[in-house]
């Protein structure tokens, strides 16, 4: 009853953080916002409204989406592989994304798809979903789906997609190398409104599935055979979990480019504070996610003002991959790397 009591205070605080974010964050910039600015609404006339109504209030929104989405699609696969490293990246799910993104703004290929998929969601989620049936396919021909086996398919995934990334850059045009580069980044600021509004539906379908199944993965984590005994089927929980959480990362790096160890580190604070229940650990993985990003977009995005007073805005995917960096360097201090990457 205590661990239940303390996990939903904590779950309480992270919703808190995250809606104090989402109040707070667009506020912080070069130009100052005021009360006026707020309350005029979009259609405010001044400088500072049409800042904060066009460009902060969608940038962060959308950070926050994106955090939440990775967040607990990281969860997702930590769960389902019982490793600590699993996560969207290490598993090549968003390194195929990746891919498949930068082969539209190579083709130029942009707009709608049937009169409602968005042409790089499609493209990102196929190669998503390319590098999953890869890693289940070296993971069945090896004959097992250990957890050691699927880390390391996905981090050849990884490889041969940054390669294919390069080549693509080199057959581009300039304009188009840039493109894809500044994309490669990480950024919640290139989509605005539109993106946003793209983005929700597959993160809700994704939450929605994933959410149906919190029960059978809390059985998941006991084990395949304690799984199986209480009547989960694991194959078909996997599969649907991992579509799921990879649909949910297509959408966002389709949108946003690679945002890297959001989905590695927001699931361990989480599952520390309320912990491993699906339950509270989803919710809470979301929540804090909401909350983690944009806080790194705004540092990303006003850094070099503050040492300098640069106009230069850094990607916030620099500032996650340094934050998930070394935070990969405290695991392998407070556990021996066979231990991380095999047992989890």
């Given at each position: 009853m205590s661990a239940s009591r303390n996990g939903g205070r904590s779950l309480a605080l992270l919703g808190?953080?995250?809606?104090?974010?989402?109040?707070?964050?667009?506020?912080?910039g070069s130009i100052r916002i005021g009360w006026d600015d707020v309350?005029?609404?979009?259609?405010?006339?001044?400088?500072?409204?049409?800042?904060?109504?066009?460009l902060r209030v969608p940038r962060v929104a959308m950070a926050?989406?994106?955090?939440?989405?990775?967040?607990?699609?990281?969860?997702?696969?930590?769960?389902?592989?019982?490793?600590?490293?699993?996560?969207?990246?290490?598993?090549?799910?968003?390194?195929?994304?990746?891919?498949?993104?930068?082969?539209?703004?190579?083709?130029?290929w942009t707009g709608l798809l049937f009169g409602f998929l968005p042409v790089?969601?499609?493209?990102?989620?196929?190669?998503?979903?390319?590098?999953?049936?890869?890693?289940?396919?070296?993971?069945?021909?090896?004959?097992?789906?250990?957890?050691?086996?699927?880390l390391l398919a996905g981090v050849a995934i990884g490889f041969v997609s940054a390669a294919m990334i390069l080549l693509l850059e080199f057959l581009s045009s300039r304009p188009v190398t840039?493109?894809?580069?500044?994309?490669?980044?990480?950024?919640?600021?290139?989509?605005?409104?539109?993106?946003?509004?793209?983005?929700?539906?597959?993160?809700?379908?994704?939450?929605?599935?994933?959410?149906?199944?919190?029960?059978?993965l809390d059985l998941l984590m006991m084990g395949e055979l304690v799984a199986s005994s209480r009547g989960v089927s694991v194959k078909r929980t996997r599969a649907a979990?991992?579509?799921?959480?990879s649909l949910v990362t297509a959408a966002v790096v389709a949108q946003c480019g690679p945002i890297a160890f959001v989905g590695l580190l927001v699931p361990h604070l989480t599952r520390a504070l309320v912990g491993p229940v699906h339950r509270r650990l989803l919710p809470a993985a979301a929540l804090a996610g909401a909350a983690f990003l944009p806080w790194c977009d705004v540092v990303a995005a006003n850094l070099l003002?503050?040492?300098?007073?640069?106009?230069?805005?850094?990607?916030?995917?620099?500032?996650?991959?340094?934050?998930?960096?070394?935070?990969?360097?405290?695991?392998?201090?407070?556990?021996?790397?066979?231990?991380?990457?095999?047992?989890?």
């Open positions: 808190l953080l995250a809606l104090a974010t989402l109040l707070l964050a667009p506020l912080l309350m005029s609404g979009p259609g405010g006339e001044s400088t500072a409204a049409q800042v904060f109504w066009r926050a989406l994106a955090g939440a989405s990775l967040a607990a699609a990281g969860c997702v696969f930590q769960s389902i592989f019982r490793n600590p490293l699993a996560e969207p990246f290490t598993l090549g799910v968003a390194s195929g994304a990746s891919l498949g993104a930068a082969i539209g703004l190579h083709m130029g790089m969601t499609g493209l990102a989620f196929v190669g998503a979903a390319t590098s999953i049936m890869v890693v289940w396919t070296i993971a069945r021909v090896r004959g097992a789906g250990s957890a050691n086996t699927l840039n493109e894809i580069v500044r994309w490669l980044m990480g950024s919640v600021d290139r989509t605005g409104a539109a993106g946003l509004f793209e983005t929700i539906p597959f993160a809700a379908a994704g939450a929605a599935v994933v959410w149906y199944l919190h029960k059978s979990a991992y579509f799921a959480a003002r503050w040492l300098h007073g640069s106009a230069l805005q850094i990607p916030v995917g620099v500032i996650t991959n340094l934050l998930g960096g070394l935070f990969f360097i405290y695991l392998l201090f407070r556990r021996p790397a066979e231990a991380i990457v095999v047992d989890g």
